[in-house]
């Protein structure tokens, strides 16, 4: 049985590869825009992963509802703008996590 912080790890972890892929793709202007903001999902990722992994599930269905809201809006992206606004929407919803 899959637990809701199941399903947001899968969505997040899919969303923090698809934003490497966007990054590895981008133009070396782009990257150099998209790195700061790049580094901090990568920071937070890990610090929700860690709480994610912990006993006891701590999502909501309405988490699940944001995080593939974060995670359409990253994948549609088309600009380096859109994909960097993207990331500061999951940043936010990472750091939901560390309390």
């Known amino acids: 049985m899959t637990d809701n912080d199941s399903i947001v790890l899968k969505d997040i972890g899919e969303t923090v590869a698809m934003i490497d892929v966007q990054y590895r793709l981008a133009e070396p202007a782009d990257r150099i825009d998209m790195k700061e903001n790049r580094d901090k999902v990568l920071a937070e990722y890990g610090d929700a992963r860690d709480?994610?992994?912990?006993?006891?599930?701590?999502?909501?269905?309405?988490?699940?509802?944001?995080?593939?809201?974060?995670?359409?809006?990253?994948?549609?992206?088309?600009?380096?703008?859109?994909?960097?606004?993207?990331?500061?929407?999951?940043?936010?919803?990472?750091?939901g996590f560390a309390v």
């Open 51 to 95: 709480k994610l992994l912990a006993d006891g599930v701590i999502c909501t269905d309405e988490h699940i509802v944001e995080m593939r809201k974060i995670k359409a809006e990253i994948e549609q992206a088309a600009k380096a703008q859109q994909i960097i606004q993207g990331m500061l929407r999951l940043v936010k919803f990472l750091r």
